[in-house]
């Protein structure tokens, strides 16, 4: 088993290395050899990349990896189609790598570490891909979404199609031009897409650049002028900090797009169960972050006050998750996550290992979680542990 990962591990760096190199050769191999770049091909070029990138925002990543939203089938499989055609290999792939991101951000366990450097973010990770040194994290709910399913069946055929067939086609049937279509409109274009994206790991966590309005519980920054380039993506800090929102531009100067998109995709039907954190709570993430700026203590699950709550023994915590409640405890306080469960950020999975367990250790020390995970928790306290009992765990 450990050898079939390590082979598939071998096999799929090799595939990023493949990509990585051709893409710029062919571009440069055609731009040396005269190959010229028509007006028509590069309104195509522009078209795909932006499509092709909003299908990544809204869909790799804001769609299957943080399950923002639900895609009705028809926007599912475009999506993924136009995602595809992009290089950025499968959803399950991509939603592996980021997931992991998120959950073990700025860590030894980080797919990519910002505290590499920018190298290592934008490029370097994947030149050198290792993903035995990621964190685990949980896809499972991908195993039931038939769109993943049916790309990783044709995932060759597509990724042929709608990487290099498709614009060199269109060039070569719609004004005549086969060259300019296979260099400027697969290999230049996918090189600048690859870019988009990955500006989006390097600056948008890097120290020189944007500002953090909502949290330095990890590097992520908000740089909005390069929004604009990445259909919304480096308005990053709130996205770090409130990862499930659909949203990661709020004011009109962060330019979102993909966030208008889902927007319209909703009034369409296309689009629904839109995920937004209220205001309440952006403004107290913001309000926590002035605080801790001016070097005040914020608001943390640790030192809040629970003397409140009522009391249950450790054997009716476990009594009561085995009848069905989705409890967990963590510093002795019981909390109910039942409405939340479906929406973790990290996938359901890693709270279902620890209903009726005590998660102290997974909640502080395994998983890099923000003052609003603290805050979603809080909402959800019933009970204090009596401590005589919560030893037996
Ligand atoms: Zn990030
Ligand atoms: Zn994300």
Redesign the pocket.
């Known amino acids: 088993m450990k050898s079939e990962l390590a082979r598939d591990a071998l096999r799929t760096r090799w595939i990023i290395r493949f990509s990585l190199i051709t893409t710029p050769l062919t571009a440069a191999f055609g731009i040396l050899s005269g190959v010229a770049l028509r007006t028509e091909t590069a309104l195509m070029v522009l078209v795909l990349h932006v499509v092709g990138g909003l299908a990544i925002t809204t869909g790799y990543h804001r769609l299957w990896a943080h399950r923002s939203y639900r895609a009705s089938p028809l926007l599912g499989y475009a999506l993924a189609l136009l995602g595809t055609g992009q290089g950025q290999l499968s959803i399950r792939w991509w939603v592996k790598h980021h997931r992991a ?2 959950r073990y ?1 700025d860590t030894d366990r980080d797919p990519y570490d910002a505290r590499r450097g920018f190298y290592h973010t934008h490029i370097g990770w994947l030149l050198s891909y290792d993903p035995s040194s990621w964190g685990r994290v949980d896809v499972s709910d991908l195993d039931s979404d038939p769109i993943v399913l049916w790309q990783e069946r044709y995932f060759w055929y597509i990724t042929a199609c709608m990487m290099v067939v498709f614009p060199t086609a269109v060039a070569h049937f719609g004004w005549n031009d086969f060259k300019g279509g296979f260099v400027y409109g697969a290999g230049a274009r996918l090189w600048i897409s690859f870019n988009s994206t990955w500006f ?2 390097s600056i ?2 890097a120290s020189w650049a944007g500002s953090q309005p909502y949290s330095s519980h990890t590097s ?1 920054r908000n740089v909005p002028l390069l929004a604009l380039f990445t259909g919304g993506e480096s308005n ?1 800090n709130f996205h ?1 900090t409130f990862p499930m929102d659909y949203r990661n531009g709020l004011y009109w100067y962060e330019s979102d797009i993909s966030r208008y998109l889902i927007e319209l995709w909703s009034i369409f039907g296309l689009a629904s169960n839109l995920k937004a954190v209220s205001p309440t709570e952006i403004e107290r993430a913001r309000r926590g972050q002035k605080q801790k700026q001016q070097q005040q203590q914020p608001d943390t699950l640790e030192e809040s006050d629970f003397s409140d709550l009522p009391s249950m023994s450790w054997a009716e915590f476990v009594l009561q998750t085995n009848s069905g409640y989705c409890l967990v405890c963590i510093r002795g306080v019981v909390y109910d996550l039942a409405d939340f469960i479906s929406d973790h950020p990290g996938g359901p999975a890693l709270i279902q290992d620890f209903i009726g367990k005590d998660a102290t250790e997974a909640f502080f020390t395994d998983n890099a979680h923000s003052a609003y995970a603290s805050s979603l928790l809080k909402a959800r306290r019933t009970a204090l542990v009596t401590p005589s009992e919560n030893s037996g765990r």
């Open positions: 991101h998120h951000v989006v790991n948008a966590h992520a990053h770090h």
